[in-house]
């Protein structure tokens, strides 16, 4: 019975268009009532404890990062190196979009900063060059779900968080699929591009190009290697790596690459709070869920419908 409250109360929550956040906690209340223990001053301590955790403080951080480098110029600067270096092959510009969602991918963590930021700059460019651009959108939607596997992950935070695992040892153990993600992209859009491309290189490999182009992105390639260098050698935690990361790409967005100004950071902080707000909010609403599946033991009941 206790298990039918929680589906029927999640699910029906869901069903109806509640948000995630929202139908945990209805889920919880449901679960609370069930059990007669409804106490409204639980709920409340148990969803600001949910929250209040020093690893999840990587999220907010990373997603900062994600959004000073969209902006800033850091994400445009990573593409054109990709472009140097594979944009001369047929379809090349799709292998930009992967070899640039990689890079990308071990800086900020997000899936949607990803996204975005790949989304703003080849997008244009693969339209330019006369390629298909739903397909283009999908190939770089796919590239955007390294994100969340590859160190600086946002899900293996929440994860290491709800699980009481190291998110440190989580990070690496993320390295080896994320690059096998990448690879398996790269052989499905050769096979695209060698059966139905219609799109021709933009321009020959030329080295000196490729050279200048990681000069230039000299000061962004070299944030993912303080990041996983200094998780690596016990420098950071990945909560420290995280606030070494935004504040790297602030400095060098304002006064390197200078694609930003003082004036244009409110906009930025603001788009990294709401999004990290949201994500908040849905930890701290399913520590609640979680602190009730405990309580109303629903592991044991589901594996005693699981014997013979």
């Not at 029927?8 to 509640?18: D, H």
Request: hydrophobic fraction near 60%; aromatic fraction near 8%; charged fraction near 10%.
């Amino acid at each position: 019975m206790t298990i039918a409250v929680f589906v029927f109360a999640l699910c029906g929550a869901m069903a109806i268009g509640v948000p995630v956040a929202f139908a945990l906690l209805i889920c919880g209340v449901a679960l609370m009532i069930h059990e007669n223990a409804f106490d409204a001053q639980i709920l409340a301590q148990n969803l600001l404890s949910g929250a209040d955790n020093f690893p999840l403080m990587a999220i907010p951080f990373f997603m900062l990062a994600g959004e000073i480098m969209n902006k800033g110029g850091l994400s445009a600067q990573i593409v054109k190196v990709a472009e140097a270096l594979v944009g001369h092959v047929r379809g090349g510009l799709g292998y930009v979009a992967i070899v640039a969602a990689l890079v990308l991918a071990a800086i900020s963590g997000s899936a949607a900063a990803d996204a975005a930021a790949l989304a703003a700059v080849v997008i244009p460019l693969m339209r330019n060059a006369g390629y298909n651009v739903p397909r283009s959108a999908g190939l770089i939607a796919g590239a955007g779900c390294i994100a969340p596997i590859l160190p600086p992950a946002m899900p293996l935070v929440l994860f290491g968080v709800a699980a009481q695992l190291s998110v440190t040892k989580l990070f690496f153990t993320g390295v080896f699929p994320g690059m096998l993600m990448a690879a398996s992209l790269v052989i499905t859009w050769y096979l695209t591009a060698r059966k139905d491309f219609k799109g021709r290189p933009t321009a020959k490999f030329e080295a000196r190009v490729l050279l200048r182009a990681l000069r230039e992105a000299g000061w962004a390639l070299v944030l993912p290697v303080i990041i996983i260098g200094g998780m690596k050698t016990g420098a950071f935690t990945p909560t420290e790596a995280a606030v070494v990361a935004a504040v790297y790409s602030l400095l060098v967005s304002v006064f390197v690459y200078k694609g930003l100004k003082i004036s244009d950071l409110p906009p930025i902080f603001l788009a990294a709070a709401k999004t990290a707000a949201t994500i908040m909010l849905i930890v701290a609403a399913s520590m609640v869920s979680a602190w009730l599946i405990t309580l109303a033991d629903i592991p044991g009941q589901v594996i005693e419908i699981m014997q013979p």
